[in-house]
């Protein structure tokens, strides 16, 4: 079974800081990982995605993610917050790119001035 | 490319009546589409997973004669809510793979339901 914890349901950090949203997962098999972000009554956009191919994956907004499979972690990761940043991350796996996406709780990133 | 809309995006019931909630593919085909429901401040949680031309697959304690899917074509899933009841007020999020991708999953923008 495939499951996806993601530690600390708040982030809060300042403008221009490192935001790090952490991420770990469980699965069977070799697992395809995504992250997704969610603004205010609105459905999930795709920020990035892994699907075993290179582990430092490159996503859109300036967000990167890297897959390491001994500490079963997809981390999101980017050098600087925007306010516009500010929004709900999701951590979503997949078992072997199947038709079940499986959601972490999601983590409420707040951006400060 | 690779958008998905919802129909409504709010709805305001009254309960025991039903109301219909209408995904669609607007640039691609998917084959396959699934209904989440969200609830305030939580996840998002797996209802079904609907194959054109065939029965919806049901996660396990979802009804499925409450929560009736319908995949008529590449490009539509119908999620109706049978006789709702205001626990079933929720956001309701579906997204579509397509035809031609193996995993990617593109979501629609939600809809708001709200049962008085």
């Known amino acids: 079974a495939q499951s996806v914890t993601q530690l600390g349901s708040h982030v809060s950090v300042s403008e221009g800081a490192l935001v790090l949203l952490r991420c770990n997962y469980s699965?069977?098999?070799?697992?395809?990982l995504f992250w997704y972000v969610q603004y205010p009554n609105q459905g999930l956009q795709l920020l990035l995605k892994?699907?075993?191919?290179?582990?430092l994956v490159k996503g859109i907004n300036g967000f990167e993610a890297e897959f390491k499979k001994s500490e079963t972690s997809f981390h999101l990761t980017k050098p600087s917050a925007h306010m516009s940043d500010a929004a709900e991350y999701f951590c979503a796996v997949s078992e072997g790119g199947g038709n079940k996406l499986t959601f972490g709780t999601g983590t409420q990133l707040k951006v400060e001035l | 490319g690779a958008v998905v809309s919802q129909h409504p995006s709010r709805v305001i019931c009254k309960s025991g009546t039903s109301v219909k909630i209408e995904c669609r593919s607007l640039d691609f085909q998917a084959t396959t589409m699934f209904w989440y429901r969200q609830f305030p401040k939580q996840s998002l949680m797996l209802m079904a997973t609907s194959n054109e031309g065939s029965k919806a697959t049901y996660e396990q304690g979802v009804e499925k004669d409450k929560f009736l899917i319908n995949h008529a074509s590449l490009t539509l899933s119908t999620l109706t809510v049978t006789s709702a009841h205001p626990e079933d007020s929720s956001f309701y999020i579906c997204?579509?793979?397509?035809?031609?991708?193996?995993?990617?999953?593109?979501f629609g923008p939600g809809t708001r339901l709200t049962v008085t």
């Open positions: 892994y699907t075993s191919a290179a582990t």
């Open positions: 699965s069977s098999v070799p697992p395809y």
């Open positions: 997204s579509a793979r397509d035809r031609g991708s193996t995993y990617e999953q593109y």
